[in-house]
């Protein structure tokens, strides 16, 4: 059996779409150990050092995590069903694709959803919000922290800012699968009520893991709803005793925890929260990685859809291909080249555009050269994918 300090995973192509994300070989090795006890006094300290690490990756104090098997999407649902009531109004900020699917979950329990979609590129001003918000009563607001689809990265602590001066009782909902770990997100600071994410991006674990906290406010919230929770599995009133059982060292049982998985996230927290690298750093880092990525773009002649810098996320790019090139002629080069690139996800656009991750250890272990290679693949492929259409 190798040791921990041996461990090496075994070489692969880099994984650099917005998640999952290459992760540490620390990280994989807590993946692979022996399943232990969801109720053994390991486990029950490994699970409440994961919840605490989780408050400090969001700056909170009072927020409360869950920690809950299963994807990102799960937090919709977890949102959905305990804090809208059936017929209750939510008012959901589009800025690409995961806007219209919170939507689409938010109305699968009973909600009546407005969208305010903004144009492609950029996120929702703060004067449509205020506009929206003067319109109407809304029990939720949701915003998508960075959207995947597009790369836009919208101003979570502005859209708070407008939430509370215009409508004070709306809860502000943030989805922060693609940005918590790689962007700044300050839960208390910015008064937020719920940010929910998952294990698989900015978080280095792999994919399985559905993270969430919530204020005391949406706590509250919750607890006075005159109707039952709207689902089983998702439901706070199932969940909240068994966080804070293991918080206070005493197991408790719902359903399964992934202990594995569990590990794995602890690990990885460890390296957000106990490194030698603080989070503000880490954010830098990321902006860095980021810079350099879209500079080389930009030599490249290559335009994002990010329309305008402050749009634009700091830990994925989104890239339109060249004119008169296509997924398939662009792609399998980078393919060759050892690099996993994601194609479009916007409908709209799908064709006409790729995105590449760079979060977490691709970012911040800047020993591992990976955005050196990034830069290296993306001149080679591209200048060799138009030189093959010049002929
Ligand atoms: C990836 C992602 C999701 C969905 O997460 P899954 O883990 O795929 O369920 C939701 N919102 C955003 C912004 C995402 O990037």
């Known amino acids: 059996m190798t040791s921990r300090d041996e461990f090496k995973q075994a070489p692969h192509k880099l994984l650099v779409i917005p998640g999952p994300i290459e992760v540490s070989d620390d990280v994989l090795f807590s993946n692979a150990l022996p399943p232990v006890s969801h109720v053994s006094p390991d486990f029950i300290k490994i699970f409440g050092e994961a919840i605490r690490m989780t408050r400090e990756v969001v700056f909170t104090k009072e927020g409360q995590p869950f920690l809950i098997s299963g994807s990102g999407t799960l937090g919709w649902d977890q949102v959905a069903s305990n804090l809208v009531e059936q017929g209750e109004n939510a008012l959901v ?60 990265l919208s101003d979570v602590k502005a859209v708070a800012q407008t939430v509370r001066r215009v409508s004070p009782d709306t809860l502000v909902i943030v989805d922060g699968v693609c940005s918590v770990g790689s962007e700044e997100l300050r839960f208390d600071d910015w008064d937020i009520d719920v940010v929910l994410t998952a294990s698989q991006k900015g978080l280095g674990t792999p994919p399985g893991l559905s993270i969430l906290v919530a204020s005391p406010r949406a706590l509250r919230v919750s607890h006075s709803r005159t109707s039952p929770v709207t ?49 503000d750093e880490r954010f830098k880092l990321h902006r860095e990685a980021s810079q350099r990525v879209k500079a080389a773009a930009v030599d490249l002649g290559l335009k994002q859809i ?83 259409r010049a002929r």
């Open 93 to 152: 900020l589009h800025s690409g694709y995961f806007g219209d699917s919170f939507a689409d979950c938010l109305q699968a329990y009973g909600a009546k959803v407005d969208v305010v979609k903004a144009e492609l590129g950029t996120a929702v001003s703060q004067s449509a919000i205020e506009e929206a918000l003067k319109a109407k009563k809304y029990k939720v607001l949701t915003v998508t922290h960075v959207d995947t689809s597009t790369g836009v």
């Open 231 to 279: 689902s089983y599995y998702a439901s706070w009133k199932k969940w909240l005793p068994i966080m804070k059982a293991y918080e206070h060292g005493a197991a408790a049982y719902f359903a399964t925890p992934p202990v594995n998985l569990i590990q794995a996230y602890h690990s990885s927290l460890r390296e957000l929260t106990r490194s030698s690298v603080s989070l």
């Open 306 to 388: 990010a329309l305008e810098p402050v749009f634009a996320a700091n830990g994925m790019t989104t890239l339109y291909f060249p004119e008169g090139l296509g997924p398939s002629d662009v792609l399998p080069r980078f393919a060759h080249r050892g690099l996993v690139v994601a194609g479009g996800l916007l409908t709209s656009i799908k064709d006409k555009y790729f995105r590449i991750g760079h979060m977490g250890v691709t970012a911040v272990d800047t020993s591992r050269g990976d955005v050196d290679t990034i830069v290296r693949v993306l001149r080679e492929s591209i200048t060799e994918a138009k030189m093959q």
